[in-house]
């Protein structure tokens, strides 16, 4: 069974900025498209950023583009997700997820068959 392992959240103050990462391991990372989801209390788990198995195409939500970066170093088995600008309506759980192999991202949370455990980030106003 493959794992995903999110790190980088924390508390921020609004206009700073984090960096998340996954970790991927027991699967050949490469071969996956991977995401960035979030979900704050009470709210359904929400599409934040995804980016293909080639790592050549990226998609964003309208909430964050020009804000947060989406890659990838497939020779490390991570994904990262950069954010800068944060608000505090950015605070929610990040979770990491990956699609079936070679298959197109998506904004839909149940085209991903694998998710880590998620991060917190707050971000104070």
């Known amino acids: 069974q493959g794992q995903l392992v999110e790190s980088g959240g924390g508390l921020v103050q609004a206009g700073g900025s984090l960096r998340l990462s996954c970790a991927a391991s027991?699967?050949?990372?490469?071969?996956?498209?991977m995401g960035w989801f979030r979900q704050a209390p009470g709210k359904e788990r929400d599409f934040v950023a995804a980016?293909?198995?080639?790592?050549?195409?990226?998609l964003y939500s309208e909430s964050v583009k020009g804000r947060f970066t989406i890659s990838r170093d497939n020779a490390k088995n991570t994904v990262y997700l950069q954010m800068h600008s944060l608000k505090a309506e950015d605070t929610a759980v990040y979770y990491c997820?990956?699609?079936?192999?070679?298959?197109?991202?998506?904004?839909?949370?149940?085209?991903?068959?694998?998710w880590g455990q998620g991060t917190q980030v707050t971000v104070s106003s």
């Open positions: 980016i293909w198995w080639s790592g050549g195409n990226t």
């Open positions: 027991g699967r050949t990372f490469s071969d996956y498209s």
């Open positions: 997820a990956a699609t079936p192999p070679f298959t197109r991202v998506t904004m839909i949370p149940q085209d991903y068959g694998y």
